[in-house]
């Protein structure tokens, strides 16, 4: 899709990250094309700016599970597998703060307090874990740290985005506003509706709301269960069935 938002929501084992992940290499592959006929079609003895050599953000909650994933499609994305970043919302927070802060009052060397140490209240030195984002999304709106970023990535994947908190949610927004995002979830795993006050529903109703944005729903395949017995299982307790009949037409 080149729509600039694509929401995809589909079940465990559907195929949302491996696919993204071939998503990531089209598009490089696309970026790659556009900028090598930007440079032939330059004339000759003339000076002009190459475009930047693009790269693929993708924010996982899990950056092994991720990595893993893309690792096992290397077949996928070839030679592109080095320019795709997996991090996690607060590793990318820290690598912000850690690459930009010194410039923007943020204290360095950059150091989490540890929760000890933040209950302890003597002001030692550094941030709290919970400050990492805020103090990050102050930073990205410096407008240089901010086109740094929008340079660099053409292509913004969030897996399990209904898992994000207000804070994740605005700053993600904040990275590379015109890069494509592809916002990979399924409202039935919202793990974490309960300690970060998440509604899910609210969540993927406000990513369709955003500008040019399309939904893809995946049906209730696994590919990690070819058998069907998981996805089925999945919807009967979803559906609150304690019991699934056969077909009455059924040998067993």
């Not at 599970?65 to 795709?84: A, K, N, T, W």
């Not at 030692?124 to 970023?149: C, H, M, N, S, W």
Request: hydrophobic fraction near 45%; proline fraction near 6%; include cysteine.
């Amino acid at each position: 899709s080149s729509a600039p938002v694509v929401v995809v929501l589909g079940g465990a084992g559907a195929g949302k990250t491996s696919t993204a992940a071939a998503a990531a290499a089209d598009r490089l592959a696309a970026d790659d094309a556009t900028r090598a006929a930007a440079r032939r079609s330059a004339p000759l003895g003339s000076f002009r700016p190459l475009m930047p050599v693009q790269r693929v953000l993708f924010l996982s909650f899990s950056r092994t599970s991720v990595s893993q994933i893309i690792d096992r499609s290397s077949s996928v994305l070839g030679g592109y597998r080095p320019r795709i970043d997996v991090m996690t919302f607060h590793g990318l927070a820290w690598r912000v703060l850690n690459d930009f802060g010194r410039h923007f009052g943020v204290p360095q060397p950059l150091r989490v307090r540890s929760s000890s140490e933040t209950n302890l209240g003597v002001g030692l030195p550094g941030l709290t874990y919970d400050e990492l984002i805020p103090e990050a999304l102050r930073v990205l709106k410096v407008p240089a740290v901010g086109e740094f970023y929008e340079r660099r990535y053409g292509a913004v994947i969030c897996d399990e985005f209904q898992d994000t908190s207000d804070d994740e949610w605005q700053f993600m927004q904040a990275i590379a506003p015109t890069a494509q995002r592809l916002l990979l979830g399924d409202v039935n795993q919202c793990i974490y509706a309960g300690m970060k006050q998440i509604d899910p529903a609210a969540r993927v109703a406000a990513a369709l709301a955003l500008s040019g944005a399309e939904q893809v729903v995946l049906p209730p395949r696994s590919f990690r269960d070819p058998s069907g017995v998981l996805p089925a299982a999945a919807s009967a307790a979803l559906d609150r069935r304690s019991v699934d009949r056969f077909d009455a037409g059924a040998d067993e």
